[in-house]
């Protein structure tokens, strides 16, 4: 059960040029999310999606566009025209709709990519 | 809205100590309250979760956390700390009664234990 796998794990950047991560989900979660973690800012919500073909904005949303594909446990994130600013560490997430308590997982994350852009 | 604080950014302990990482919640309802941990270039995994039932939540590598609802706290801690327990902790909480389903984070704690 390989969880959330998000492509490429390393990335780097000229400034202006475009790129799209992947994230990948197989536990039939309904819900995915895309952050960055920045020093000292903790972990930033870039855009959410709430089931298949929905997105919406997060705390962050410029600069970045997201869509959900037709397959349920996809979510790609994309940078239209990358600035030194957009460097960080980006992290996917998901989760089910509901929480249990006996739930081994709540909100899942992948391993994370780093992106410099230069 | 909701909202977490990790009110101190770094917490150095000795090796054998009990520590304590502290977390301050806020929420218009009844919370779902979580810790991360992260390790140096991985993700965040979780390492315990209060949904709801006994206040006092265990969850991995021997750490527990306390839900006290009068303080809206959510204080992570183990007993005695390790080398190996040096890593970035998160807090986050998510409202159970709302429509919404995303969780906030804190800025995070970095634990230091010392040998």
């Known amino acids: 059960n390989a969880g959330v796998t998000q492509t490429p794990k390393f990335r780097v950047l000229k400034t202006g040029q475009s790129m799209t991560l992947l994230c990948a989900q197989d536990m039939n979660h309904e819900y995915m999310y895309w952050y960055r973690q920045d020093p000292g800012m903790g972990l930033r919500l870039i855009h959410y999606s709430v089931g298949e073909g929905t997105t919406a904005k997060g705390e962050v949303p410029d600069g970045y566009n997201v869509s959900r594909l037709k397959k349920k446990q996809n979510f790609l994130l994309g940078l239209e025209s990358a600035a030194p600013s957009q460097t960080s560490v980006y992290f996917c997430?998901?989760?089910?709709?509901?929480?249990?308590?006996?739930?081994?997982?709540?909100?899942?994350f992948g391993s994370g990519t780093r992106l410099t852009v230069v | 809205a909701q909202s977490v604080a990790q009110p101190e950014d770094q917490v150095n302990v000795a090796e054998g100590n009990p520590l304590t990482v502290k977390c301050t919640y806020s929420v218009s309802g009844n919370p779902y309250l979580f810790w991360y941990v992260q390790y140096p270039n991985r993700g965040l995994q979780v390492l315990l979760k209060?949904?709801?039932?006994?206040?006092l939540v265990k969850g991995s590598y021997g750490f527990e956390a306390e839900f006290n609802k009068s303080q809206t706290s959510f204080h992570l801690k183990k007993p005695s700390a390790l080398v190996s327990d040096s890593a970035l902790y998160f807090c986050a909480v998510r409202d159970s009664s709302g429509g919404s389903y995303i969780p906030t984070f804190g800025r995070g704690t970095s634990l230091i234990v010392h040998p």
């Open positions: 997430a998901s989760s089910p709709m509901n929480l249990y308590p006996g739930q081994n997982y709540g909100y899942t």
């Open positions: 209060y949904i709801t039932g006994d206040n």
